[in-house]
Structure formats: structure tokens, C-alpha cells
């Protein structure tokens, strides 16, 4: 996820959704995403385990190693807390016969080890920043860890909650100090990283991971590639859109958002009252926030093949780019909250005090939870020189090469790519990454879907490459810098290409 803090205050943000069912169809067979992550908002660390008393199984569909558990259950669930961890145990009961059959026959022509095992024994620790702010924490306890019990019910998961901002370095101090989980839900920038410490283990022969493989979308699927293997799978992805207050742009004389760069410099103009309304909130001005403006506009960081900066990050267009945006600071459109401080993006944009904002998909259900009174309104990133690029964020689930129980930790990443948990979180703003669940009609139906997966037919990721936390403090420092003013974009981007040739180059 991502940082998609926009429940919080602005200082949170350094990095960091109706069609008909035809033109769905239409929208994913031609996408293709490109690789990189987003972030979500968190609480304080959670644990959660989840244990069952009853087995069901079934298996994965033609094409997929994911499977839909189809079946009439009756649950009972006791929760027990204490200090940082919740126990959830569920118990269900099996599964209808026929889908049973029907899911195994599935499977056996597809070439993938059907899911569930009522003999598999194990435990296995999930580490993951699913946000409480959002659907996400109840979603994982109340759907996906009974779901996983049903199938195995001999497999005991203990999932903690991280929060965002401090997972990569736990994971870091956890590598040192020889204590990490089996499974992590992990940004998709971080995967190339942690593979070239030697962390993770290689999936590319792990039963059923082709089936995965094949039914995933290319540019999620990508992220988990380096140096020849795979080192994770593509758990969700997303990208980010405008937001916008449609009252205030009604009452501006605007029936409809802005389509393209100059449209939107105008309407944010427009839509600005000095001392009580901006027109444009960015969530912060890190690389998360900024980029897909940047891009759009005609920016580049680097090459295609992530090699160079120079001719790129301070080409014309990338100084042009920057300089638009910077202007329209200057014009008094964009606060000062962008620094730090004042009310959330959504707030501001559901008290009418912000006109335009933009965020991904888990937006919508923390909006009906803060705000149930106010309709969110969606639309794609303006077109510039550009295009209309949007950034791709998402996790991928990675299996750490040190897991003691290597055969639970599998089991349970598949299952984490099956149709029943894909649609349960796609239902609160997890896009999957899977081909076979995302013209699902649960998920379809959703009013933000379409917008979002318009955009991730054209957008861009944050690179690849596990120099990528430092470049990104690079670019991030140089943007904060020009919005300050402190010196004209071309400065600052003539003075940060160098450092992110060097940091490109390993040195």
C-alpha cells in the first residue's frame, strides 16, 4: 500500500478508485501494470491466530492455483486480547460435496496441488500492515484466518500487525537478529531488496507456483523477478485517482473534473479561495504523491532500463514538470499542509475546504466509515505531455528463505491468492492481481472499481530496484525543496541526477 495515510495529518506522507461487465472485460485484457507499492495507515501491532476444529476442502480453478471456497458455514468466534495480540479462532463447518468434487476435478487439469490439507500440521507467522483505519485488520480476522482454518484446520497462523512507516526497518532488525516470520505481506518496492540480501526464498519451484504465475498480470507479477527467480507472489495492487468535492466544482460552474494538465491548472485556480478553499491537496510532496503528476506532465526519474538518471530526472520536460506544479503552489492552490500538519486530504475534502485531492481505492471504505455522510467522486489522473500515468502501488507475499515450517508457509501463501480472500479484500479497496478474480461481479459492482482500473492501464512505478529507499530520499528531499521555493526546480534537479546515478550505479 502503501504512504496512503490520507486519514491522518499531512506530516504522515513521505512515500507514499461504473463500467459494464463487457468493458471490464475489455479494461483487463489489456492491462498491464508496471511494478511498485503502496501504504496503508496503521494502528499499534496486533496479533491474530486463527485455529479450527473442523476441515473442509477444496482446489484451485482451471488456470489458477486459487481456489473458491463456495460452502454454508455456521462460525463461532472467541477473541481474546492481550497487550499487542488478538486470538481469533473460528470453526466451520465442511464444504457441500459436489463443489468439493467439482474444485478437485479443477484442479487436477490445471497441474495444481488442490488447497486444503486436514493432515498438514504446522504453524506459521504473518507479518503485514493491513490498516484498522479501513476494513482490512476485520477482514483478515473475520474472513480470511477462519477461511484458511476450514481448509487447514491443523495449521495454526499467528498474523501481527506492523505499522507501515516502521516495517522495513523491523524486517531489517529482524534479519540481523535472526528472528523474522514465515510470510509477509511486503510492499512491492521492497521485494528486490530484501531477495538481493538473500532473505527470500525462491518460489519458482514450489508446487503450484506456475498455476500462479500464469494467472497473474504481468506488471504485479514482475516486482517478485530479480536476478532470474521469483521471490514472492503478487498479492494486490492499486494506483492512485483524483478525488473531488462535486459540490464545490458544481458550485464553480464545473459539470464535469478536469481532463488534462491545463484544464486541471485552471480548475484548481478556479476552485481556490484565499484563507478558505485550495483547489488541489496533494498527499504530501514525497515521490508517492508527486510522481504521478510528474510523470503525467512529461517527467522522467530514469532510462527504461533503470541505468540513468542524467538526460532524464533533469531533462526539459522533467524540469518543465516540476515547475508547473511548484506554480501552482505559488498561486496559492496548494497549502502549506503539504509540510506537515493541518486536517487529512479527506477531511479537508469532506468539509469542503479542499476542492480536488488524490488516493487510492481504500479511500471509499475509510470515507463511509469517517465520513458516511459525503460521497466520494472519482476520475483519472489529468492527461499531460505525458499521458495520464498514474503510480502502481500494492503488496506482494514473500516466504522468508529461513521459515521453519516451509510447507504451512506455502499452503497459506497460496490460500492468501485464492478467489475467496482476493474478493474479500477487493471488496475494501485491495485490487487483485489476479486475472481470474478481477472481473469477479462482487467486485465489479463497486462504485470506484472501474475508475481505478481505467487508470492502471497507463501507469508507472516507482523503480525496481533495491537502491530504490535511498533514490527515493533523494527525489523526495528535491521535491519538498521546490515546493519551499528554496531553489528553482532546474537547480535542484541538475544537483539530485547525480546522486541518483551514483546510487543506480551501487555506489
Known amino acids: 500500500m502503501k504512504t496512503r495515510l490520507a486519514t491522518s495529518n499531512l506530516r504522515g506522507y513521505v512515500r507514499h478508485g461504473r463500467l459494464s461487465i463487457t468493458i471490464l472485460l475489455a479494461i483487463f485484457a489489456s492491462l498491464v501494470l508496471a511494478a511498485c507499492g503502496d501504504n496503508t495507515p496503521t494502528t499499534a501491532p496486533a496479533a491474530t491466530t486463527a485455529a479450527a476444529t473442523t476441515a473442509a476442502t477444496t482446489a484451485a480453478a482451471a488456470t489458477t492455483v486459487a481456489a473458491t471456497t463456495a460452502a454454508a458455514t455456521t462460525a463461532a468466534a472467541t477473541t481474546a486480547a492481550a497487550a499487542t495480540t488478538v486470538a481469533a479462532t473460528t470453526a466451520a463447518a465442511t464444504t457441500a460435496a459436489a463443489t468439493t468434487a467439482a474444485a478437485t476435478t479443477a484442479a487436477a487439469s490445471s497441474g495444481a496441488p488442490a488447497l486444503g490439507d486436514p493432515n498438514l500440521k504446522g504453524t506459521v507467522t504473518f507479518?503485514?500492515?493491513?490498516?484498522?483505519?479501513?476494513?482490512?485488520?476485520?477482514?483478515?480476522?473475520?474472513?480470511?484466518?477462519?477461511?484458511?482454518?476450514?481448509?487447514?484446520?491443523?495449521?495454526?497462523?499467528?498474523?501481527?500487525?506492523?505499522?507501515?512507516?516502521?516495517?522495513?526497518?523491523?524486517?531489517?532488525?529482524?534479519?540481523?537478529?535472526?528472528?523474522?516470520?514465515?510470510?509477509?505481506?511486503?510492499?512491492?518496492?521492497?521485494?528486490?531488496?530484501?531477495?538481493?540480501?538473500?532473505?527470500?526464498?525462491?518460489?519458482?519451484?514450489?508446487?503450484?507456483?506456475?498455476?500462479?504465475?500464469?494467472?497473474?498480470?504481468?506488471?504485479?507479477?514482475?516486482?517478485?523477478?530479480?536476478?532470474?527467480?521469483?521471490?514472492?507472489?503478487?498479492?494486490?495492487?492499486?494506483?492512485?485517482?483524483?478525488?473531488?468535492?462535486?459540490?464545490?466544482?458544481?458550485?464553480?460552474?464545473?459539470?464535469?473534473?478536469?481532463?488534462?494538465?491545463?484544464?486541471?491548472?485552471?480548475?484548481?485556480?478556479?476552485?481556490?479561495?484565499?484563507?478558505?478553499?485550495?483547489?488541489?491537496?496533494?498527499?504530501?510532496?514525497?515521490?508517492?504523491?508527486?510522481?504521478?503528476?510528474?510523470?503525467?506532465?512529461?517527467?522522467?526519474?530514469?532510462?527504461?532500463?533503470?541505468?540513468?538518471?542524467?538526460?532524464?530526472?533533469?531533462?526539459?520536460?522533467?524540469?518543465?514538470?516540476?515547475?508547473?506544479?511548484?506554480?501552482?503552489?505559488?498561486?496559492?492552490?496548494?497549502?502549506?499542509?503539504?509540510?506537515?500538519?493541518?486536517?487529512?486530504?479527506?477531511?479537508?475534502?469532506?468539509?469542503?475546504?479542499?476542492?480536488?485531492?488524490?488516493?487510492?481505492?481504500?479511500?471509499?471504505?475509510?470515507?463511509?466509515?469517517?465520513?458516511?455522510?459525503?460521497?466520494?467522486?472519482?476520475?483519472?489522473?489529468?492527461?499531460?505531455?505525458?499521458?495520464?500515468?498514474?503510480?502502481?502501488?500494492?503488496?506482494?507475499?514473500?516466504?522468508f528463505a529461513k521459515s521453519k515450517d516451509n510447507a504451512a508457509a506455502w499452503a497459506f501463501s497460496r490460500y492468501m491468492l485464492s478467489s475467496e480472500v482476493q474478493i474479500a479484500m477487493g471488496k475494501i479497496g485491495q485490487l487483485p492481481a489476479i486475472k481470474s478474480v478481477a472481473t469477479s461481479p462482487e467486485l465489479t459492482s463497486l462504485p470506484y472499481y472501474a475508475t481505478f482500473l481505467k487508470q492502471l492501464q497507463s501507469t508507472k512505478a516507482r523503480l525496481p530496484h533495491p537502491a530504490w529507499t535511498k533514490i527515493e530520499t533523494v527525489l523526495n528531499d528535491t521535491f519538498e525543496a521546490a515546493f519551499r521555493g528554496d531553489k528553482d526546480p532546474k537547480t535542484l534537479l541538475d544537483a539530485a541526477t547525480p546522486k541518483v546515478d551514483a546510487l543506480l550505479a551501487g555506489k
Do not use: C
Not at 291 to 317: H, R
Not at 331 to 348: K, N
Open 127 to 399: 507479518w503485514h500492515t493491513y490498516s484498522a483505519d479501513s476494513q482490512e485488520q476485520a477482514t483478515l480476522a473475520k474472513v480470511v484466518l477462519p477461511g484458511f482454518t476450514k481448509l487447514y484446520p491443523n495449521v495454526k497462523v499467528t498474523a501481527q500487525q506492523i505499522p507501515d512507516n516502521d516495517f522495513r526497518q523491523k524486517l531489517l532488525t529482524g534479519i540481523s537478529g535472526n528472528i523474522l516470520p514465515d510470510v509477509a505481506r511486503l510492499d512491492i518496492q521492497y521485494v528486490p531488496e530484501f531477495a538481493e540480501m538473500g532473505a527470500l526464498a525462491k518460489l519458482d519451484d514450489m508446487p503450484g507456483f506456475a498455476a500462479i504465475k500464469a494467472d497473474a498480470y504481468a506488471g504485479p507479477l514482475s516486482t517478485n523477478f530479480w536476478k532470474g527467480s521469483y521471490y514472492g507472489l503478487p498479492l494486490d495492487t492499486n494506483t492512485k485517482v483524483l478525488m473531488y468535492n462535486k459540490a464545490l466544482l458544481q458550485a464553480a460552474g464545473m459539470n464535469e473534473p478536469p481532463k488534462t494538465m491545463e484544464e486541471f491548472a485552471t480548475a484548481a485556480k478556479k476552485l481556490s479561495v484565499a484563507g478558505k478553499q485550495f483547489g488541489f491537496v496533494p498527499s504530501g510532496t514525497g515521490s508517492w504523491s508527486i510522481l504521478p503528476f510528474f510523470w503525467s506532465l512529461g517527467g522522467n526519474v530514469t532510462d527504461e532500463g533503470i541505468t540513468k538518471a542524467s538526460g532524464f530526472l533533469n531533462s526539459a520536460d522533467s524540469v518543465a514538470a516540476l515547475q508547473f506544479l511548484v506554480d501552482l503552489k505559488k498561486a496559492g492552490t496548494i497549502p502549506d499542509a503539504i509540510f506537515g500538519g493541518g486536517i487529512s486530504t479527506l477531511e479537508g475534502l469532506s468539509t469542503g475546504k479542499y476542492a480536488i485531492i488524490d488516493d487510492g481505492p481504500w479511500m471509499n471504505s475509510i470515507a463511509a466509515k469517517q465520513f458516511p455522510n459525503f460521497q466520494l467522486n472519482y476520475a483519472p489522473m489529468p492527461a499531460g505531455k505525458g499521458g495520464s500515468i498514474g503510480i502502481v502501488g500494492g503488496e506482494n507475499l514473500v516466504l
